[in-house]
């Protein structure tokens, strides 16, 4: 079950401004180990490693997205699954009133796709709101609707923190894959934390002391598992989720919060065969797992455990409505009639359509790897993504 990344020997090298840049994130994150006795629990070097305020890969200037960049999600792949999400909140709009709140809007191709959507459909919301911490980010994405959809621009605002009392629809695609991680390592003697240390060469693990916390939420997590963890299985957790959706669940007063990421439920997230856990890195479309190689230049990224997800969503007094595989929601939301819906005589267009539905949704590409759950308050389904199949029963 495990990936099988890329040797990092094959990778392109940065150039020299690049490395840099790097070498200034790798001082301040040295400093700072140095600082705190020698080690530093790796959910803190991945918070710098992404978020440092101008260092860190998603608050400083590289390309991120599209063919240019480290990845392609799939809003840059295919414009069909922006248009399906749309679909999607306009049955939640209809609900709920009110506004689209994204949830960091990378190259902002998912904003302008879903605005296009629902005007198509007569169905614009109050407002689309962007929560963005790039900077740089958010002058692409405003360029990016300037020039598509220029009428429709003073519906868009950029905000700097959650608005209070929202009524309608929060979207987050590939958003939690992001937050922060602890790895951690059973041992004979239980659960230890993964931590990093400075070395000659850069960056290493090593096993921390005991952490009461750690071992408090891993005893818990395994009543779950048919079988315990085993010595020497490596993973991670995620201990700031609870917290992400508690906010997110404070600011919304009426509607939903639509999650798609790739992850699993937690049976399947903690199998034994995937003992190395899910940590995995993206640099300019090579995939590798090493989270120390050229801090501030590549992503790091693990996968979600959708079972946390629903557990922090319950704490929350946010109501589970659905949970899905990728393919079995767009499915569900009409990619079947939108792509019927494309003119078959444009036969290199129709084509083009055709193999990204695909990519999209067969499993072994991104249809079951990337899961959709839709927790909402003060409103109810049925909700046409989750009407296919819906899987809650599995978390």
């Known amino acids: ?30 400093r700072e180990i140095q600082q705190g006795g020698g ?69 902002g191709i998912m904003a302008a796709t879903i605005m296009a959507e629902l005007q198509h459909l007569d169905s614009l919301p109050d407002a689309y709101l962007i929560l963005e911490l790039s900077g740089e980010l958010r002058e692409r994405q405003h360029r ?14 950029w905000l700097d923190s959650l608005p209070e009392n929202f009524h309608g629809v929060m979207l987050a695609n590939e958003v939690l894959d992001a937050l922060p991680v602890q790895r951690f390592r059973i041992t004979g003697h239980g659960p230890r934390p993964l931590q990093v240390v400075a070395e000659q060469a850069g960056f290493g693990w090593w096993e921390g002391p005991a952490d009461a916390a750690l071992t408090a939420q891993l005893d818990a997590l395994q009543q779950d598992l048919a079988t315990p963890l085993p010595v020497g299985y490596e993973s991670e957790i995620c201990p700031g989720l609870n917290a992400w959706i508690a906010g997110l669940g404070a600011a919304l007063a009426r509607g939903a919060l639509l999650l798609v990421d790739y992850g699993y439920p937690r049976r399947e997230y903690y199998h034994l065969q995937r003992n190395r856990g899910t940590l995995l890195c993206h640099y300019r479309h090579r995939v590798h797992d090493d989270p120390f190689l050229w801090p501030g230049l590549q ?4 996968s979600v455990d959708f079972t946390a997800v629903a557990e922090a969503a319950l704490a929350a007094d946010l109501a589970v409505a659905g949970y899905t595989s990728q393919a079995n929601f767009l499915l569900g939301c009409g990619l079947t009639e939108l792509l019927a819906g494309a003119d ?17 949704t067969l499993p072994g590409e991104m249809g079951e790897r990337f899961q959709a759950m839709l927790l909402t308050r003060g ?13 809650r029963g599995r978390l």
């Open 1 to 30: 079950m495990n990936s099988f990344p890329d040797s990092t020997d094959r990778l392109p090298a940065p150039d020299p401004a690049a490395l840099e840049h790097s070498r200034a994130l790798t001082t301040l994150i040295y």
């Open 39 to 107: 080690a530093m629990d790796f959910q803190r070097f991945m918070e710098l490693a992404l978020y440092a305020p101008g260092l860190g890969y998603y608050r400083a200037g590289s390309r991120k997205f599209g063919s240019g960049g480290d990845f392609i999600t799939a809003p840059e792949l295919s414009a069909l699954f922006s248009r399906c999400l749309a679909r999607q909140c306009r049955e939640i709009l209809a609900g709920s009133g009110g506004a689209i709140l994204e949830l960091g809007a990378g190259s």
């Open 144 to 157: 990016l609707i300037e020039t598509r959809l220029p009428a429709l621009l003073p519906r868009v605002r």
């Open 299 to 302: 992503d790091i990224t693990a």
């Open 344 to 360: 078959p005589g444009s036969q290199p267009s129709y084509l083009k359509l055709a193999r990204e539905a695909k990519l999209l």
């Open 379 to 391: 409103i109810d389904g049925p909700f046409s993504g989750f009407g296919l199949r819906d899987d």
